[in-house]
């Protein structure tokens, strides 16, 4: 028999899942025409979850119902960059004060990603931030805020001007409210120390008090005084304890008003109402009450005090900057602030003074010193036309520049915020301690209550005493402070002494997955030589070098290869005139090649001449033997014949044979990709002490090249100049560019090195693997603590050895256990600079040979 239930059953579940659907608006850009809407609407319409999916080609957007429970905004977005377009999302970074521990920041984390259009959301305890992905078209920097406030925190804006000064000024102010609620609590509650514990400790004492008013009246001053300490000081911890309970998420907050309140409570009811207790349970734990508040505070105000000590990175990079600038306005020197400069205006740095802004030398001469950015004491040469950067100090003349960055765009700037965003990055490794602290709390509590219901049905009378006192020892003792902190910390300290020694993680991910990184691959020119190529032999089929050369230069002028370049500073050293060139044409990988007094030019790599079918056999043997020397052979053919070999030589760093060392002691592989011949790779890569090495890679084969390590299951890092290595640097693992100080925004890298300096690459390597040393040792610590301390706050150990802890030490432990991460990890402070020692330049021949002489066939 059947019925017509289901069908209104299964409507009804019909319209329970449409009711859980989330509206999805999005901006995308790059679509021209009615087949590239299209396509991301079939995209968008695949993924799982999506019940509708619409996409607008005139105003640019798309917009999707889906199931939040099987599909996340984060593959949307991916979903339609991978389909070749652009969604338009946009970052915003605010400031959120009065987080006290991994809870608070996990909250507010929660309420941000809960909020339409969000893609990502991060909130970072130590540096007190909130980072925000979000899709424009749905929220707005203002509903970010608001949220942060509705879950109980200080939305606190951030100024780009500012480059991190207002941060500072608000933990500034928080530290001094702080030591000021301190000093109150301390006032407060010394008298109930000595009014609870001095009577017992010494009899005198307690006569004396007696002999002034009976105990009951001292016991309502021990209430008083408690009751100012945990309504005064104690406010910051009752307030936002109180909106946790109320979003059912209670944090370290929720405990410690919980536990003060629990024991003042109690003692407060034995003082007004004592005929409700037997007398033996007519104790009062005010004493618990406010010490725990004042000790708690004492060890947040130390933990403040060296989180402070932790972005001392940043704080160094600020004071770099100029504060006012000698601006030339209608003919006349104007003294403003450095934010009130525009790009274009002419400047005026007297000798002593510092570079106010980025810029380029518009009249005068002066030596400038760099260091900063490129750790080289020795000042640098500035003429006419040269680039000066914001924060260098001018040394001798006096220089007039134009302005070219000014404010967020200047190169300081940028370092700042690339510090900024990897102390605010969340590693993966945080991962574990997030899913702990998101039912920590809520076991807490419960354990409390478990602990005070066993020992009020099993405790020794009064039972009531013991149940208390471990009941609120496992609310205080088990704050997850340190949790929350062990890893931001250590990220800041880290992230901060790197950028101090040249190292910038332009994301804080870089840091963990580079300390696991086994293999190191370098690209060889500019990164591993020094870049600058010399012409060291010229072989002739003729004899006539000098015309070979001739026409070899005459191709290069229009050649921006560095090798071209040795090539015509040869040319012109010779004083070599050098004819038009027609029908130019560079060919990638291979060579150059066009027309030089009517005559077809070929000039490149041997497989440049076998893939036009040009015999080679002539030159063959000097080749190998130039090959063999570390020289780069370069052929030249002159209407479809071999008629010249040219020799280049780019000469290894003098530091490169000792970075290689240390890299191996280190327990890494290393290994090289260049488009030298084989032969001439394997050379370079002898004198380097390399010995794994690929030859013959075409610039858009070296991402291939890293791909097929990784296939065999390595885990590689790339070391290029970050330009032409753009695609390796981002297929590796970790993509380290070796930038030259000045260029620092390198898109593809995950760490740059803003001095070129090879030894930055083994510390950066030192500095990743020691933060994510400190961080385990930080997640021990906070994990053992806690694991070791509830069990004796909660008194499992009293029946057997009589262990306990009182809540006033659980007080002084849980504070420890923050300073104890805070401190462990300010020790990345002392990391020192991997110096590598330099050997003189060293191969196969010594001598380089006149270029002009026939070499030995």
């Not at 000021?180 to 001095?198: E, I, K, N, Y």
């Not at 004491?377 to 302005?403: C, E, F, M, W």
């Not at 570390?630 to 014949?641: F, Q």
Request: neutral net charge.
């Amino acid at each position: 028999m059947t019925t017509d239930t289901a069908p209104p059953a299964a409507a009804g579940t019909e319209t329970f899942k449409q009711a859980q659907l989330k509206q999805l608006e999005l901006g995308v850009q790059g679509m021209t025409c009615a087949s590239c809407s299209s396509r991301v609407e079939r995209a968008l319409g695949k993924l799982p979850g999506v019940s509708e999916a619409s996409v607008n080609l005139a105003t640019e957007r798309a917009s999707l119902r889906f199931d939040p429970a099987a599909l996340q905004p984060e593959t949307i977005v991916q979903t339609i960059t991978e389909a070749g377009y652009t969604p338009i999302i946009e970052e915003h970074e605010i400031g959120v004060g009065g987080m006290t521990c991994a809870a608070c920041s996990a909250r507010v984390e929660r309420a941000l990603g809960k909020l339409p259009g969000v893609v990502q959301a991060s909130v970072n305890l130590a540096t007190e931030r909130a980072t925000v992905r979000y899709l424009p078209e749905m929220l707005s920097p203002a509903g970010i805020a608001q949220t942060i406030a509705e879950a109980g925190y200080e939305p606190r804006p951030l100024n780009d001007e500012g480059v991190g000064a207002e941060a500072e000024d608000a933990h500034q102010d928080q530290r001094r409210a702080m030591r000021r609620d301190l000093w109150l609590a301390v006032g407060l509650t010394l008298p109930v120390l000595v009014l609870s514990m001095g009577a017992d400790m010494i009899p005198s004492l307690a006569q004396r008090l007696g002999a002034i008013a009976p105990m009951t009246v001292w016991n309502g001053v021990q209430a008083l005084l408690t009751t100012a300490v945990l309504l005064g000081p104690g406010r910051r911890f009752f307030r936002p304890g109180l909106i946790a309970f109320r979003h059912l998420s209670p944090d370290m907050n929720s405990l410690v008003m919980t536990g003060t309140s629990a024991a003042w409570a109690y003692s407060l009811a034995v003082v007004l109402a004592p005929s409700l207790f037997p007398p033996e349970a007519r104790n009062v734990y005010f004493d618990s009450a406010a010490v725990i508040i004042t000790v708690i505070l004492f060890g947040k105000y130390l933990e403040e005090l060296a989180k402070g000590r932790t972005s001392s990175a940043i704080k160094k990079l600020i004071g770099l900057q100029a504060k006012t600038a000698r601006v030339l306005r209608d003919g006349a020197e104007t003294e403003a602030p450095v934010d009130q400069v525009h790009a274009g205006e002419r400047l005026v740095v007297r000798p002593g003074e510092r570079i106010p802004v980025d810029g380029e030398v518009d009249e005068g001469s002066s030596y400038v010193d760099e260091s900063m950015l490129t750790g080289e004491p020795a000042p640098v040469s500035k003429g006419v036309g040269d680039r000066v950067v914001g924060a260098t100090i001018n040394q001798h003349g006096v220089l007039r520049i134009r302005a070219t960055q000014v404010g967020r765009d200047t190169v300081l700037s940028q370092i700042v915020r690339l510090v900024e965003r990897a102390q605010g990055s969340k590693l993966p490794i945080q991962g574990l301690a997030d899913r702990v602290i998101r039912v920590f709390t809520p076991l807490v509590l419960l354990i409390a209550t478990i602990t005070f219901v066993a020992w009020m049905a099993l405790g020794p009378p009064p039972a009531v005493t013991l149940a208390l006192v471990s009941a609120v020892s496992v609310l205080v003792v088990a704050c997850p402070c340190a949790m929350g902190l062990a890893t931001p910390a250590a990220i800041m300290v880290g992230s901060g002494r790197a950028a101090e020694l040249g190292v910038l993680y332009r994301k804080g991910e870089a840091l963990e997955t580079l300390s696991h990184v086994d293999t190191v691959v370098f690209d060889k020119t500019g990164t591993l030589t020094e870049g600058r190529p010399r012409l060291t032999d010229l072989v002739a089929v003729d004899g006539d070098t000098a015309s070979a050369l001739a026409l070899a230069a005459a191709l290069e002028t229009h050649s921006e290869h560095p090798l071209g370049a040795a090539i015509v500073a040869a040319a012109k050293e010779q004083g070599l005139d050098l004819a038009d060139v027609e029908d130019f044409q560079a060919l990638p990988g291979y060579g150059v090649q066009g027309r030089v007094n009517g005559r077809n030019v070929q000039l490149g790599a041997e497989r440049l001449l076998r893939r036009e079918q040009i015999s080679t056999q002539a030159l063959e043997r000097q080749a190998e033997r130039l090959a063999a020397a570390g020289r780069t052979p370069i052929y030249l053919a002159v209407d479809g014949e071999a008629r010249a070999l040219l020799a280049v030589a780019d000469p290894l760093k003098p530091q490169a044979p000792a970075l290689i060392q240390a890299l191996r002691k280190r327990g890494l592989r290393v290994a090289m990709i260049t488009g030298d011949a084989q032969r001439t790779a394997e050379a370079i890569a002898r004198q380097a002490g390399i010995e794994e090495v690929k030859a013959q890679v075409l610039p858009d084969g070296k991402a291939a090249a890293v791909q097929e390590l990784q296939r065999a299951g390595r885990r590689v890092a790339f070391v290029g100049d970050g330009i032409n290595d753009a695609p390796a640097l981002a297929q590796a693992e970790v993509g380290i560019a070796v930038g030259s100080g000045t260029d620092i925004a390198i898109e593809a890298a995950d760490v740059t090195l803003t001095r070129n300096d090879l030894g930055g690459v083994v510390t950066a390597l030192d500095v990743a693997r020691r933060t994510l040393r400190t961080i385990r040792g930080n997640l021990f610590w906070a994990f053992f603590y806690n694991i070791l301390l509830i069990p004796l706050a909660a008194g499992v150990f009293y029946p057997a050895f009589g262990l306990h802890l009182h809540p006033m030490i659980a007080g002084v432990a849980m504070g420890f256990s923050s300073l104890f991460v805070v401190s462990n990890s300010l020790r990345l402070r002392r990391l020192k600079p991997v110096a590598l020692a330099e050997q003189a330049e060293s191969g196969p021949d010594e001598t380089p040979a006149d270029p002009m002489t026939p070499a030995a066939s």
